[in-house]
């Protein structure tokens, strides 16, 4: 099984910069894309950043350039660093990583989310 940890949410006045990690552990054997969604009250999850295991990136079009993704593929671990946040994004984010387990097995595994708010 594989769990996947999330840590570095809380609260940050507008225009400040926050730094989320996400670290996955137990059966993992390799994970291949590792990103990061979020989900505001009322509103669908989205996008906002992806990367895959050779370090290409993509973003949501919002984020872009403000936002910044990146691994360590020997820890498992993924973290993105936010910078000139915005009151509306203001949301729970969620880390989502594809991996195959220690049997070979391709599976799709989210964490549970931590809080970022934004205030203004």
């Known amino acids: 099984q594989v769990q996947l940890v999330e840590s570095g949410g809380g609260l940050v ?50 984020v872009k350039g403000r936002f910044t993704i990146s691994r360590d593929n020997a820890k498992n671990t993924v973290y993105l660093q936010m910078s000139s946040l915005k009151p509306e994004e203001t949301a729970v984010y969620y880390c989502n990583v594809d991996a195959y387990d220690s049997r070979g097995i391709w599976g799709a595994y989210w964490g549970r989310g931590t809080q970022v708010t934004v205030s203004s």
Not at 13 to 26: H, I, P, V, Y
Not at 29 to 51: C, D, T
């Open 13 to 62: 006045q507008a225009g400040g910069s926050l730094r989320l990690s996400c670290a996955a552990s137990g059966s993992i054997g390799r994970a291949n894309a590792m990103g990061w969604y979020r989900q505001a009250p009322g509103k669908q999850r989205e996008l906002v950043a992806q990367i895959t295991y050779g370090g290409s990136t993509n973003y949501g079009d919002s």
